[in-house]
């Protein structure tokens, strides 16, 4: 049974930073391309950022970028995304996702991901 896990999210101002952890279980995590979204009441869920299998290219929506940065680190099948200078507008539940194995990269669409996480809320305080 795939599990993804995310933990690290919570209350903070405008300006602050966080880092969302997930932890993959139940699949060869090295193998697969992974991915943040998220999704604010009422609205759609969005791509924030992805990373490829290999982890050696990164991507990122437009909105995030130079302030989100997504890693990987395979030997403790771990994603990330640590996110400085946080706007209100950040706030959402953030959802880590993984893609089919060995997926090309640059995956955006919520469709290219077969596996999804529970989500962990992240609020961003004016």
């Known amino acids: 049974q795939v599990q993804l896990v995310e933990s690290g999210g919570g209350l903070v101002q405008a300006g602050g930073s966080l880092r969302l952890s997930c932890v993959g279980s139940?699949?060869?995590?090295?193998?697969?391309?992974m991915g943040w979204f998220r999704q604010a009441p009422g609205k759609e869920r969005e791509f924030v950022a992805g990373i490829s299998w290999t982890g050696r290219s990164t991507f990122y929506a437009d909105f995030v970028k130079g302030r989100f940065t997504i890693s990987r680190a395979n030997a403790e099948s771990t994603l990330y995304l640590q996110m400085i200078s946080l706007k209100p507008e950040d706030t959402a539940k953030y959802y880590c996702a993984a893609s089919r194995p060995f997926a090309t990269v640059d995956n955006r669409a919520p469709s290219d991901y077969i596996y999804w996480g529970q989500g962990t809320q992240v609020t961003v305080s004016s």
């Open positions: 139940g699949l060869t995590f090295r193998t697969h391309g």
